[in-house]
């Protein structure tokens, strides 16, 4: 069954930056997911297009087709006391925010001055080109209420 629209694919997958140093994997065959239903990045997901179960190959996604190119004015200063008191802050730790429109965000701290500390609201992986080496493990129809979600159900159906 080749993967398009609708089908729940499964996939084991190394994913690698340009150095190719390994940002993320899955090999043990649970990572599966609705195509069609934007659950992962859209180069990822056109590169899927058409394959069928057993199917290996590589492909690299470009910042504009995974997470964007890096966003300056997602760069942003906030005062020191709108972080946790007790907590030693460094650059790279991650906290949940909420932005302007009200929406949670995850932001990265990129530097800590004095009283000042500059928050990154790029997702971690915007601006890099992703290099994906990918296995399609299987391809099956998906169920009417998967559809309806817009995301794959584990086994005995809907756990949410």
């Known amino acids: 069954m080749q993967i398009s629209a609708n089908k729940v694919v499964t996939l084991d997958y190394t994913l690698t930056d340009e150095a190719g140093n390994v940002i993320d994997e899955s090999q043990s065959g649970d990572f599966a997911y609705l ?9 990822l997901e056109s590169a899927l297009d058409t394959k069928v179960a057993g199917d290996e190959f590589s492909v690299s996604v470009a910042p504009e087709d995974a ?8 760069l942003f200063t906030v005062e020191r006391d709108k972080f946790p008191a007790d ?3 460094q650059p790279g730790m991650q906290f949940r925010a909420q ?14 001055e004095g009283d000042e500390v500059t928050v990154d609201g790029n997702h971690p992986l915007a601006g890099v080109t992703l290099n994906f080496q990918v296995k399609v493990i ?3 129809e998906a169920t009417e ?15 949410h």
């Open 35 to 43: 195509h069609g239903s934007h659950n992962i990045i859209p180069g």
């Open 138 to 140: 299987d391809v099956r």
């Open 145 to 159: 209420e998967e559809m309806q979600h817009g995301h794959v159900h584990g086994p005995g159906g809907h756990h």
């Open 99 to 112: 932005g302007g429109d009200g929406q949670g965000m995850l932001v990265t701290i990129a530097n800590v």
């Open 67 to 74: 997470y964007g190119a890096h966003d300056e004015g997602k």
């Open 87 to 89: 907590v030693a802050l």
